[in-house]
Structure formats: structure tokens, C-alpha cells
């Protein structure tokens, strides 16, 4: 079962890495034509994942903290900006499509939880009916047998005055 998972993880994966392609060929391609958006929207994040790339590097070789980190160029910026936007647009519409299958789930499952509940109620009102009823039947049935009971002593009695007399 855990076999059949896997390929179906990097066939996301890979259909995650075209659909995210052409959302960043979009992005480069208007950052190109306007200064405004690349300032803006697509170079601070190419120059904040820059500097994080950089410095951890570092980190990791053992050289210690960069004085000086050197900028991009600006097809640089435009390039890795725009794959980090299209990354992120991919995630974001990826989270907000699992938060809605959590939703829908959480929702299917109160719905089914009501259902239970007002069946539940339900019975126990049925049962308390039913309880209800019982017990007039009982107090019926105990009021006959002593109704019963007194027709049977009085004809005893009149039985016995009846021999009696004879």
C-alpha cells in the first residue's frame, strides 16, 4: 500500500512544478514590463530568500556571519522572485483547498452528529411514551384485579349467606 503512495506523491509533485511555471513565466514576464511590481512585489522576496540562502551557507561551512552580501543582478531578482510568487501562489491555493476539505468534513460531520442527535431524542421521547404507557397499563390492570378481587369476595359472601339460610 505504502508503494503505491510514493509514485503518486512525486506525480503531485511534479504536476505542483508545471502548474507553477507558467504562473511564474506570467510574473517574470510582467515584471519585466513594469518597475513598479518588480519593485514592490517581486524583488523583496528574492532579496530576503538571497540573503537567508546566503547566510546559512555560510553558517554551515563554518565561515561565520557575510560582512557584505552582494546583490543580485537583476534578472536575477526577476527569476527567483518569480518562482518564489508562483511557489507561494501554488501553496496558498493548495492550503486553502485542504482548509475547505477540512470545512466540508467538519460540517459533513456535524450534519451526521445532528441526525444522530434528533434520532436519539427521538427514541428516548418514544421510550418515555412508551414508559408512560406501561405504566397507566399496570394501574389499569392493578385497578381491575382488585375490582376483580372485590366481585369475588362479595359473591364469596353471598355464597356463604346463601348456604346459610338454606
Sequence with gaps: MVVGVFPLGKLALLAIKHISKPIGNLI???????????????APPARLYHVIDVR????????????????LTDAMTIQMGSEILGEMIIFIIGATLIVGEFKRQAKNDRLKHEKHRL?????????????????RQSKEIHQLRTKLGSRETHKADSNTGDLECN
Design 28 to 42: 517574470k514576464q510582467t515584471a519585466k514590463k513594469n518597475q513598479s511590481f518588480k519593485a514592490l512585489v517581486v
Design 56 to 71: 546559512s551557507k555560510m553558517w554551515m561551512l563554518g565561515l561565520g556571519q557575510p560582512r557584505l552580501i552582494p546583490p
Design 119 to 135: 434520532n436519539r431524542e427521538k427514541l428516548e421521547e418514544r421510550i418515555g411514551d412508551l414508559t408512560n404507557k406501561v405504566s
